[in-house]
């Protein structure tokens, strides 16, 4: 099926790439796995296009109309964002010849941009206590994550005859730093890590690899690990400091809370504007030319199947034979 919005059609590559982002971001947050919930963002994908869609129509009908010199502007600026006017049309494939479809297109981005400016207008600017209950209700934007800086001794295993060997004296080591030997001196003459790679510093969630983040923020300060293993070798780490999570103060954050603010507005004064556009539009469904095709096709065969019932009918009648029974010269 294919959709048309006002008389022009939503093309099928429009959707694909939406849905395509739309469930790499998903994937990226952990949120989903292969294809159980494609079917709910391919929706959503074809709901965010049919709306960017009815905001470029509605934007090709305002009456209103940059100035040349703007258009010369942004594009300029353009330009400029790739890196200089050859860099542009090196990466978009724009060939000699074709500024004037690239100033129409501008002349188009322009006017959307001033439907949504006109549509941001009656947003009133925040007071004070609004953007500290945005900062409380939106705490987690604003919580500085929880880091651990760890000492770590590494023996890897890709040189290793011996696994059980190896694992049996890195627990040797470790019953040493329990019973008090210095970490980095038993380190930089046991771990397979060059000096400078034994205190790795801070770092959160994230930043390591997932094995070894696991053991690091299960610990307490001052703790040092069982031997546990990753894909590389085995690991022992000491805990040398946890800074934990903490929510940063409306003060020092106060000018990304108004931002932030200022976003989350528009994008529901935005989400209005497209409830209305859509209100307001015809919307179908009508089918592919190859679906279309094909049923036209099978009506045909199965007209032809009837008329070819209809002649057998008759000729049965002409020659007294009961239709509904079994032909007597049957087989």
């Not at 969630?205 to 983040?213: A, K, Q, S």
């Not at 539009?281 to 007209?303: K, S």
Request: hydrophobic letters at 35%; a negative charge; charged letters at 35%.
């Amino acid at each position: 099926m294919q959709t048309v919005v006002n008389g022009e059609l939503l093309e099928g590559t429009w959707v694909e790439e939406e849905f395509s982002q739309i469930k790499s971001w998903h994937e990226q947050q952990s949120q989903v796995s292969c294809c159980e919930r494609d079917e709910e963002f391919r929706e959503q994908a074809r709901q965010n296009v049919i709306g960017r869609l009815l905001l470029q129509q509605a934007a090709e009908k305002l009456d209103w109309e940059p100035t040349q010199e703007a258009v010369t502007e942004a594009i300029a600026k353009l330009h400029q964002d790739y890196g200089g006017e050859e860099a542009f049309r090196a990466s978009v494939g724009m060939a000699e010849g074709q500024e004037a479809l690239l100033r129409a297109q501008m002349v188009g981005n322009l006017k959307l941009d001033q439907l949504l400016n006109l549509s941001y207008q009656d947003i009133e600017d925040p007071a004070e206590e609004t953007l500290r209950s945005f900062h409380q209700d939106h705490a987690r934007a604003y919580t500085k994550e929880g880091r651990v800086r760890a000492l770590h001794i590494f023996k890897s295993m890709r040189q290793a005859e011996d696994r059980e060997g190896l694992f049996k004296e890195c627990c040797r080591v470790r019953d040493r730093l329990v019973q008090g030997e210095d970490f980095t001196e038993v380190a930089q003459s046991f771990s397979d890590k060059p000096a400078e790679e034994i205190d790795l510093g801070f770092f959160k969630r994230g930043d390591l690899m997932d094995e070894f983040e696991y053991v690091a923020f299960s610990m307490q300060k001052g703790e040092i690990s069982p031997v546990f293993s990753s894909y590389h070798g085995f690991h022992i780490a000491k805990v040398e400091e946890i800074e934990a999570s903490v929510v940063r103060p409306f003060e020092e954050v106060r000018e990304e809370v108004s931002k932030d603010w200022w976003q989350e507005a528009r994008d529901e004064s935005l989400k209005k504007v497209i409830q209305e556009l859509k209100a307001q539009a015809v919307i179908e469904e009508i089918e592919e030319a190859e679906e279309a095709e094909e049923a036209e096709e099978a009506e045909e065969a199965e007209e032809a199947e009837r008329a070819e019932k209809a002649e057998k009918v008759a000729s049965a009648g002409s020659s007294g034979e009961d239709p509904t029974e079994p032909s007597a010269h049957g087989h």
